[in-house]
Structures are given as C-alpha cells and as structure tokens.
C-alpha cells in the first residue's frame, strides 16, 4: 500500500514537471561551455537560474529555444517540453514551439524590438504567425495585452516606434509579445537589468502577477540576489558551465552549501558601513544649473516649449570624495555629467573649477590655471586644458571602446591629444602598462583587442582610459549596472583603492541604490530635472525625507540571509 502511494506522489511530481533539461552539455571546439546540467521546472514555479557573466545562463536558455550559434554542438542531453524531448523535433515543428508553448523576453529590449516598426505590429505579427489572427482581431489583442502589462493608453501606443518609449515601456511591450499565444513557460534573461529601481519593482509584480494569473512557469535569469529572493521559488547556481547548487528558495538564503555561493551572497549584500566625511576643499561647484532643451513644431520647426531636462541644480563635489546622483532613467543624472563635460550647451547657470593645487607644492602646468573658473563660458579651445581634469568612464563597457582599436591604442589617444607625459612612445608603453597593472590587467593584454575581454574587464580598460590623462575628477555613468555582483565589487573596490591613492573625486552616476554605502560620501537625489533631497549617506539612506527618496528605497529589492 505505501508502495503504491509513493509511486502515485512520484508519478504526479513528474506530471507536474512542464519543463526538464537533463544532462545538457554544449561544446565549442572540444571545450565544454555547459557541462552536464540537469534541472527541473514546475508548473507555476519561477525558477531562478544566477551566476556571473559567462557561466552559461544565457547558452542554457538559447539551448533550450534551439537559437545556439552554428559554432556551438549539444553533445549530449535531452530537454523535454510537455513530456516532447525538444532536440527530436524538426526544425519546421519547433519554429510552431517558440512562441506559442515557449517564449523568451531578452535582456535589452531596445536591441530586440525593430526600430522602423510600430511596436504594435510587432506583437500582431506574432498572433498571425502562430494564432493566424489578422485585422482587427490581432490589433484587438494587442491592445488587450498592452492592458494586461501595465502600457497606458494601450490603443494609442500601438502605432508609437520603440524610440518613443521608455525603457520599461519597451521591456513591457516585449513582455506581451512573449504572453502573445499564452506559452507554458517563460524565459526571462536579465529582463530587469538596465532598469532603475522603480521601474524594476512595477516589471518584477508584473511578471509574478502574471504567473499567478496565468499559471505559467517561468525560467528567471539574472545575476541580482536581491531579485532571486524577490522572485525565485527555487534556485541553482551555475559556475563555468556547471550547476554548482540548487535548492528551493528559503533554504538556499538560509544555508548555502557550496563556496561559490557563498562567495555570491556576500558580494552581493550591500555594505551597512558608511564611508566618514573628510573636510576639503570644494573642487567642482554647480550653482543653478539648467539645461533645457527645445521642443520645435511645424514646417519652420518654431519652438513651443522646452524639455527641463535640468531645472535648477546646485551642487558641489569636494576634493578626493565621492558624490552619488541618484534617480530613475529620465531625471537628468546623466545631462548634468554632459554638461560639465561640456557636451551640451546649458541654458543657464554656472560650472566652476576649482585649481587646487597637487600634492608636493603647486599645479605645474604650463599656462597655471586661475583659481576656479567657470566652465559654462569657455570656447572648445579655452576648454582642452580641463579635457584631462575632468574624465568619464561609461555605462556600457562593450560599446565605449573602439573595436578596431588595441588597449594599448585606446589609452594612448587620450595621453597624445591632451598632451598629458612624455611623448615617447616607450616612455607612454611603459604607462599604459603600469595603468593596466593598477586596475588588475597584465601588461601583455596591451595588444589585444575589446572583444578579448569580458564585461568587467572592458570597463576595467575604460577606467585605465580615464586614468592615463592624470584626471582630478571622473564622471561614473552607471560604470557597474551591467556588471554582475562579484565583478561590480571588484571595480568598486578599484575605484575606492584610485580614489585613495590619488585624491580623485567622483560624481558617480546610478540607480542602484545598494551600491551607495560602498562608494559615497555625499547622496543627491534628483527628480524630473530637480534635486529633490541631498545630504550625508547615512541621514539619505537611513532617514530620508522626500517621499520620491522613501519610494526609491522602498522598491529597491532586498536580501534577507541567515547565512551573512
């Protein structure tokens, strides 16, 4: 009898299974990529697949789609679908699997939608090809979908293009897309990665909402802790193509086993330190600063308004300390870093510089510079001597580097063009490679090319660039967003150790607020072009006043482990 009850509770688990990639192992050459994975995914279930860039997460999922490079052969395993082992089927029967019992959300939305195509219509075309809706009932249940995600006005924004949406309106289109023809699983790949706090909180309740709704399993693929505990009812860990752990969510926060885990966790618990003040001189002041841009109409292109895209800001960055400028995509953190580069015209206001003097005596430049200057006012020409005072490492390591280039190239421009050490060419060699040796590169990378590296350490290269010119400040656009957990530690602890080492201060650019007790001395938070609230990152995170601050805190998504 309790045979036969345990095979009856064996039987039902397995029927429950909707999908299951068994011993899946993908080679390039003869080199494994994926390694013998095995795991499991049940009806309703979000299962949360972590780990760092280039550990397989996103090959496991365009394996389990059949979409792998021509380069890349699945030697071994089976995934199955329903009970249907998906690499047994022809290729015609898979184009009717993808989409309709299987759909995928991409990690950049705005590379994956079509930018001369209504975003409407690119849903339509997914109800034609597997629903064979056409007209007005394929336009219908688009709008319906729009709806259901959250995109307002629904029926007007059907005939918008990509760019006239914001970055979780775009993430929201591809999430109809992919619940178009109600699938049975959901592949998630960093969905929520490039979007601020806010808007991640209203993706992540979307897509929870929508399970419980809807019943769909959903494969959640993400290097964020925070939001595996947020999401996940189960957990694996992948490292170098290998599942390293797995468990169900609330044993895996509790007590992590294998050592990468844990390595994982602790990276990605925020520091409850705050960094004390130092009492120095101001080195940038911004004094109501406003950059608005015109909005022209009609056949003249006269002008009928303005896009207060900055409205207002006084701010100030001190010497060898670390200002963060927070707020959600669209508040204008990056058009106050772009505007005291000088790479937009402000319509008002003032940049001033302050020339203090080095350590060891005074600033040895040629022309001495007076003793604080007002950038907003100087030609290109009267500019070129800041160039190498005021640097910007970027958002994106992958598209901030020029392909065509060597490191040793991408370092060396900066230092010939601003005139910045010797122009010896052996003399500039032996620089760029003690630069690479102090962000934690070798010398011999010199004469490799971006592609060569990963993420981390393409903005590793970037941050090298900015220091080869010997720069007093350096503007931080979001340098870590796209960075998983333990390499985001690791350039943060970069920067703190430069920062320490020679006296740089930073306006570092960001929406993650974890990340601020780690890097900051002074918080500024900014709203629709304004700074809504600024102090101390203790009085900021810990006491904040503005209800936009509360807000942002509120949704930023946590980690509560036992095991830290």
């Known amino acids: 009898m309790k045979k036969d009850i345990l095979m009856k509770e064996l039987t039902d688990q397995e029927a429950?299974?909707?999908?299951?990639?068994?011993?899946?192992t993908v080679l390039v050459n003869d080199s494994p990529?994926?390694?013998?994975?095995?795991?499991?995914?049940?009806?309703?279930?979000?299962?949360?697949?972590?780990?760092?860039?280039?550990?397989?997460?996103?090959?496991?999922?365009?394996?389990?789609?059949r979409l792998l490079p021509e380069a890349l052969r699945v030697t071994s395993g089976t995934i199955l679908l329903d009970q249907q082992d998906l690499f047994q089927m022809p290729e015609f029967q898979m184009q009717k699997v993808r989409g309709k019992q299987i759909a995928m959300i991409f990690q950049e939305p705005m590379t994956s939608l079509n930018p001369v195509m209504k975003v409407g219509e690119q849903v339509a075309e997914v109800l034609r090809v597997h629903l064979k809706l056409s007209g007005s009932n394929a336009k219908n249940k688009v709008i319906s979908l729009f709806d259901e995600v959250g995109i307002p006005e629904a029926k007007t924004r059907y005939d918008w293009y990509p760019h006239q949406l914001s970055g979780g309106q775009k993430q929201r289109v591809m999430i109809a897309m992919a619940l178009a023809c109600e699938p049975d699983v959901l592949i998630a790949d960093e969905p929520t990665t490039a979007l601020d706090v806010t808007i991640q909180a209203q993706v992540l309740k979307l897509l929870k909402e929508i399970r419980d709704k809807r019943g769909l399993s959903i494969l959640f693929i993400t290097h964020d802790m925070a939001v595996v505990n947020e999401m996940a009812d189960h957990v694996a860990v992948m490292k170098q193509g290998e599942i390293v752990e797995q468990a169900e969510k609330h044993e895996f926060f509790r007590n992590p086993q294998h050592p990468y885990t844990q390595k994982l966790l602790k990276d990605a618990i925020p520091s409850h330190s705050f960094k004390p003040e130092i009492d120095s001189k101001t080195l940038l002041q911004l004094t109501d600063l406003k950059v608005h841009f015109p909005i022209k109409k009609g056949l003249f292109q006269r002008t009928v308004g303005y896009v207060k895209a900055v409205d207002g800001?006084?701010?100030?960055?001190?010497?060898?300390?670390?200002?963060?400028?927070?707020?959600?995509?669209?508040?204008?953190?990056?058009?106050?870093g772009q505007a005291i580069l000088k790479l937009v015209d402000s319509t008002s206001g003032s940049v001033c510089f302050s020339n203090i003097p080095k350590k060891g005596g005074e600033d040895q430049t040629e022309n001495p510079l007076e003793q604080s200057i007002d950038l907003t006012h100087?030609?290109?020409?009267?500019?070129?001597?800041?160039?190498?005072?005021?640097q910007v490492i970027f958002q994106d390591p992958f598209s901030a580097l020029n392909p065509r280039m060597t490191i040793d190239e991408i370092i060396r421009e900066g230092m010939v063009s601003l005139h910045v050490g010797s122009g010896n060419k052996v003399d500039q060699d032996q620089?760029?490679?003690?630069?690479?040796?102090?962000?934690?590169?070798?010398?011999?990378?010199?004469?490799?090319?971006?592609?060569?590296?990963?993420?981390?350490?393409?903005?590793?290269?970037?941050?090298?660039?900015?220091?080869?010119?010997?720069?007093?400040?350096?503007?931080?656009?979001?340098?870590?967003?796209?960075?998983?957990?333990?390499?985001?530690?690791?350039?943060?602890?970069?920067?703190?150790?430069?920062?320490?080492?020679y006296q740089l201060s930073f306006l570092f650019i960001t929406h993650d607020l974890s990340i601020i007790p780690a890097i900051a001395h002074q918080v500024a938070v900014m709203k629709e072009g304004k700074i809504v609230e600024q102090g101390s990152v203790e009085q900021v995170m810990h006491s904040p006043k503005h209800d936009y601050t509360k807000a942002l805190l509120s949704s930023a998504p946590k980690i509560f482990s036992d095991f830290i």
């Open 16 to 24: 429950s299974i909707v999908l299951s990639v068994q011993n899946l």
């Open 33 to 65: 990529l994926i390694n013998n994975i095995s795991f499991s995914i049940r009806g309703g279930e979000i299962f949360a697949l972590v780990g760092e860039s280039g550990s397989g997460k996103s090959l496991t999922s365009l394996a389990i789609m």
């Open 431 to 501: 620089r760029i490679e003690e630069l690479l040796e102090q962000v934690g590169l070798l010398p011999e990378h010199k004469k490799r090319y971006p592609h060569e590296f990963s993420g981390g350490q393409r903005q590793r290269i970037g941050i090298a660039r900015a220091l080869a010119v010997e720069p007093e400040l350096i503007i931080c656009d979001e340098p870590t967003s796209a960075l998983d957990v333990t390499v985001r530690a690791q350039v943060l602890s970069l920067l703190e150790d430069l920062q320490q080492k």
């Open 313 to 336: 800001v006084t701010l100030e960055i001190k010497k060898g300390q670390t200002l963060a400028l927070v707020g959600e995509s669209g508040s204008g953190k990056s058009t106050i």
């Open 378 to 390: 100087l030609t290109e020409k009267q500019m070129k001597p800041f160039r190498k005072k005021v």
